[in-house]
């Protein structure tokens, strides 16, 4: 009897799994199954190795900040590690349980892992296209994915991608939003990736050749096989996570995924292979090194016209991200015949020393991750991940791009702990910059409405950003123009139409060092070349003392509630008096009483006169509204609000 019961409990649980993990029926071209990305944008790094005195918890330690061992970190709030099958078959799936557990205790989230490097036994031995190499891809990739659980789990075991995937988001997925299919796949050793259409050989109207790609050794078809096999199997597991290309730089490469399907013979649609490869991937992962696009070659010069200014440099990068949005909605990715792609950035930066006639300065360092940061908000790109934590080679012994790209100095051989338990980490001016922003804007949200607003002239770059109880912060700066040159001056007044307080809080890029803080006025805002953080101040209106009103007299009048201006074709501003400080909530509903909008959802204002900006309004269509006002120790309040565009 107890052997028949244990039995049956196996059974049963054998039949939930298999319900719960079955394989799927649709694919990302069907809009009922693209989910929008919610969460707030995401500063990320990619974390590197040190040297074997660093393990993953320290340096997530000095990423995030760790309060516990007085570490504060550079804002990093997502990281990108890896988890290659290689490393994961040999030390055992729960290996890094432990790593992703200490993140969650530092508050990251959202991460976004990358897939790749079979075990040794599980690669394909085969050699395409001429190559002498063997591929670097996993072998029986054209096995069948699913099985019914065969053998215990709903997959084909004999399919080992699509096994490694399975045992990988089952074990992570609660800590993993995005699952990044290989790191690079396009990376190009011979430079097809960048010929135009008519050059022989061009990505745009030719398959790639695996020779040509050292990180795959494998005809492209195999690389959308491995996005199909990832995208049934995870969302089998966990529908909420999203699949992502890995780590593209050429839109000729990502061209070639949208016109292929993942058919072994020359990727052509047959019943067995009916999807092109946009069909199997959620986001597009791309990575951004804007230092090799700052050069042209000009007739009229006789030579190469260089713009090595970080604004330069953030056209580059919006113009790749841009890019590869339109070859996605050339295939059809538009949001009308199909669902739009995601975007997120896994690897960017400038570096700090010039080489090879490429921008590299400090200073301009500087200025491009906060412009670069701000850009991806305003440009719709979900998680930027900085290339990298820590450089590699101290300036003065650096040959090469990448080695002065850290947010720290060089950390190999530099702790991570003193004898007295003291982090020896040393900031680079970089991770001042980088952790100011995140300090600054994390869970703000970019404001199209309100940066259109600010009506900023040529000369001057910026946007602004909302946080939940809609105060904002605007970055702005002076756009560098000139070569090698990041001094410039401009000076902003914010016009009407911004509707922004007369008074703000001013933060530079170091404040996350500094902690200084300064108030300036709205009109005459003097603007350099590094962005400014301006943060509204709300309350800046004193109430005169007076005595406190007797029993009887109208709390309306007390409170001095006031919409304006009312009748609005945009943003309205609530104006009220408060004698002492208190917590508010604001709702606004419509004319048959639905709540439509929330604009305080429950924030402490101080003892004072307050003007906050109601921005839930600059959404709502035309029509009457009713703004309900409440606080913690008085009745509520009722203001009629008509909206007219």
């Given amino acids: ?15 939930i799994c298999q319900k719960s993990f079955s394989q799927i029926a649709y694919s990302a071209n069907e809009f009922d199954h693209v989910l929008p990305y919610t969460g707030y944008f995401m500063y990320g790094a990619n974390g590197g190795w040190y040297g074997n005195s660093w393990d993953d918890k320290a340096v997530a330690d000095i ?45 990251t989230s959202e991460h ?62 609660q800590w993993v939003k995005f699952w990044e299919i290989l790191n690079e796949p396009d990376y190009d050793g011979v ?79 047959t019943s067995e292979y009916p999807l092109m490869g946009g069909a199997y991937f959620d986001v597009c992962s791309f990575h951004s090194y804007p230092m090799y696009a700052l050069a042209s070659w000009s007739d009229a010069a006789g030579g190469f016209v260089r713009r090595r200014h970080s604004d330069a440099a953030i056209v580059e990068y919006v113009k790749q991200k841009n890019t590869m949005d339109s070859v996605m909605m050339v295939h059809g990715y ?125 000369n001057i770059d910026g946007a602004a950003f909302r946080d939940q109880d809609g105060k904002f912060t605007y970055v702005l700066w002076a756009k560098t123009t000139t070569d090698q040159v990041e001094t410039v001056f401009a000076t902003y007044d914010f016009p009407a139409s911004a509707n922004a307080t007369p008074l703000m809080e001013r933060r530079t890029w170091n404040f996350s060092q500094t902690k200084a803080v300064s108030n300036v006025s709205s009109t005459a805002v003097q603007l350099g070349g590094t962005p400014i953080f301006l943060t509204e101040i709300l309350n800046q209106l004193p109430l005169d003392d007076e005595p406190t009103p007797p029993v009887g007299v109208d709390p309306v009048r007390e409170l001095d509630l ?15 008096s408060l004698r002492n400080a208190t917590r508010i909530r604001v709702t606004i509903h419509s004319a048959d009483g639905k709540l439509v909008a929330v604009p305080i959802p429950g924030r402490s204002y101080d003892r004072g006169t307050h003007l906050v900006p109601l921005s839930a309004t600059e959404q709502l269509p035309s029509g009457v509204y009713f703004c309900r006002f409440e606080t913690e120790n008085k009745e509520p309040m009722i203001r009629k609000l008509v909206i007219t565009r």
């Fill in 562 to 576: 006031a919409l304006y201006p009312n009748p609005t074709s945009s943003t309205a501003a609530l104006r009220f």
């Fill in 191 to 269: 430079g097809y990736s960048y010929l135009t259409r008519g050059t022989p050989g061009n990505w745009w109207e030719n398959a790639p050749v695996p020779c040509h790609l050292p990180n795959m050794k494998a005809p492209i078809y195999h690389y959308i096989r491995l996005l199909r096999i990832s995208y049934e199997v995870i969302k089998s597991i966990d529908p909420g996570a999203y699949v992502t290309t890995g780590g593209l730089g050429y839109p000729s490469f990502l061209d070639a995924i949208m016109r292929y399907t993942d058919n072994p013979n020359n990727g052509v649609v």
């Fill in 1 to 15: 009897m107890k052997h028949l019961l244990h039995t049956t409990c196996l059974a049963v649980l054998l039949c």
């Fill in 112 to 173: 976004t892992v990358f897939v790749h490097k079979p075990v040794a036994h599980h690669r394909d031995n085969s050699t395409y296209g001429g190559c002498a190499d063997q591929s670097v891809l996993w072998a029986n990739m054209y096995e069948p994915i699913w099985d019914g659980g065969a053998n215990g789990t709903p997959v084909n075991e004999n399919n080992y991608y699509a096994l490694y995937i399975y045992k990988l988001v089952t074990t992570y997925k």
């Fill in 334 to 458: 538009d949001g009308q015949q199909y669902p739009k792609k995601g975007f997120i950035c896994t690897e960017s930066n400038i570096p700090r020393k010039p080489l090879e006639d490429m921008i590299g300065s400090d200073e301009a360092q500087i200025n491009f991750i906060i412009k670069t940061l701000v850009a991806s908000q305003e440009h719709d790109v979900w998680q930027y991940y900085m290339y990298m934590l820590g450089d590699t080679k101290d300036y003065a012994s650096s040959t090469d791009h990448y080695e002065t790209m850290g947010l720290y100095g060089v950390l190999e051989g530099k702790g991570p702990l003193t004898n007295n338990g003291a982090y020896l980490q040393q900031y680079n001016n970089e991770g001042y910059a980088f952790k100011s922003t995140s300090d600054i804007l994390f869970r703000h949200r970019f404001d199209a409405a309100r940066t259109a607003a600010l009506q900023l002239p040529a």
């Fill in 63 to 107: 990423a995030a900040g760790n309060p516990a061992k007085n570490v504060n970190g550079v804002g990093v709030k997502t990281f990108r590690p890896t988890l290659p099958e290689d490393f994961i078959d040999w030390w055992g799936y729960n290996i890094r349980i432990a790593e992703f557990t200490h993140y969650a205790t530092l508050g």
